[in-house]
């Protein structure tokens, strides 16, 4: 049996078909179209780029391993991205993801490369107020609990319903509801108390 | 200018952002919104927010998506052993786990009981296994003293999907 060459697009059930007759073609399809995307996810929920790409790894081996537990009775792609989340939520990794922040706080390159020379778009000042951002933000999403972040980042990123979320999660639409409002409090709340330390400073 | 009124709920106006609310209220807090510059603002904010977490997630994910593509490809092929040989190296696996989840047990249960409460934060992760069967993470405790936790989390893709 022939399948497609690099060029072409594959659609879902074709992917899923080359996938369980094992075809390796298939697979790297499979990695080329979803890895980025799961990592988005991995990333939002651990904050964590080793993490994720250990995440996603895992998640995409495992998906050709166990691809013909696969029943198509939803997209693949809501599959590969339900995995990923309970992956993610294991809590052999959440108890060592806590674990290495308390001992390591920073992620290796954060914060770094603060003075980088300015360009013509970027002067100085910009580069600098933006990095400064990104360093606020990056903490500032620390602060929310890993249960309301997780809610969080699946309505940010993935624009689910409050329904979806509850499904994945197992949880109420009400608990969705308000891990959201709380993320985005505790969120806006850190990066103002964080942006009025600079000031002061 | 209107004063905030009761209803100028934060959870309303967050639910309000997400497309949440019931098509009725959706109407009058749309209303409600427009005509009340506290409200207004909330929005604003939660855009403002939004925007900033997608593009910084988006920004902090910019990574080496080809190393991961190779290395995974190089894992299937390694995987695509005989029949006959996965399953030498599976009995092999089981042989190691047993004795070692044993143990694990054992001392998880000697700490929980000598242990005093409320201390005693680990220190370092002295070496993280992760096997099919289960994973053992040994830590070390303040008092120098080791802690095995052992994970028992096979994988069941069934449970993944439910
Ligand atoms: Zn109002």
């Known amino acids: ?201 | 200018m209107k004063k905030p009124s009761r209803n100028c709920d934060p959870v309303i106006v967050s639910r309000f952002f997400d497309k949440e609310l019931d098509p009725a209220d959706n109407a009058s807090v749309d209303r409600h919104i427009n005509s009340c510059p506290s409200c207004r603002k909330m929005l604003d904010d939660l855009k403002t927010l939004s925007r900033q977490v997608r593009t910084h997630i988006t920004g902090r994910c910019d990574t080496d998506h080809a190393s991961i593509e190779k290395s995974l490809l190089e894992t299937i092929c390694k995987k695509k052993t005989p029949f006959g040989e996965r399953v030498k190296e599976a009995m092999l696996a089981k042989k190691v786990w047993i004795p070692v989840t044993a143990a694990a047990s054992l001392l998880l249960v000697f700490f929980t009981v000598f242990q005093s409460p409320g201390v005693s934060e680990p220190s370092a992760i002295i070496a993280s296994l992760s096997g099919d069967v289960s994973s053992v993470v040994i830590i070390e405790t303040p008092r120098t003293r080791q802690t095995i936790l052992w994970f028992n989390e096979e994988f069941n893709p069934e449970r993944l999907d439910l």
């Open chain 1, 1 to 201: 049996m022939s399948y497609k060459t690099n060029t072409q697009v594959w659609d879902e059930t074709e992917l899923v078909l080359g996938l369980k007759e094992k075809d390796e073609e298939a697979y790297r399809e499979l990695v080329r179209q979803y890895q980025a995307k799961l990592f988005r996810i991995a990333y939002g929920i651990t904050l964590d780029r080793e993490e994720s790409s250990d995440i996603v790894q895992d998640v995409l081996l495992r998906v050709y391993q166990h691809i013909h537990t696969f029943k198509g009775d939803s997209k693949f792609y809501f599959w590969l991205r339900r995995i990923t989340i309970n992956m993610c939520l294991n809590w052999h990794r959440r108890w060592k993801r806590r674990f290495r922040w308390r001992h390591q706080p920073l992620e290796k390159g954060e914060g770094e490369n603060v003075m980088e020379l300015g360009t013509e778009s970027y002067s100085p000042e910009t580069l600098y107020r933006e990095k400064e951002l990104e360093k606020i933000l990056q903490e500032g999403l620390k602060t929310i609990p890993e249960d309301a972040r997780t809610v969080f980042i699946l309505k940010e990123m993935e624009g689910l319903s409050y329904e979806d979320i509850a499904g994945i999660l197992k949880i109420n639409k009400g608990t969705v509801s308000s891990r959201i409002f709380y993320a985005r409090q505790k969120l806006k709340r850190s990066i103002s108390s964080m942006l009025d330390q600079g000031e002061t400073e």
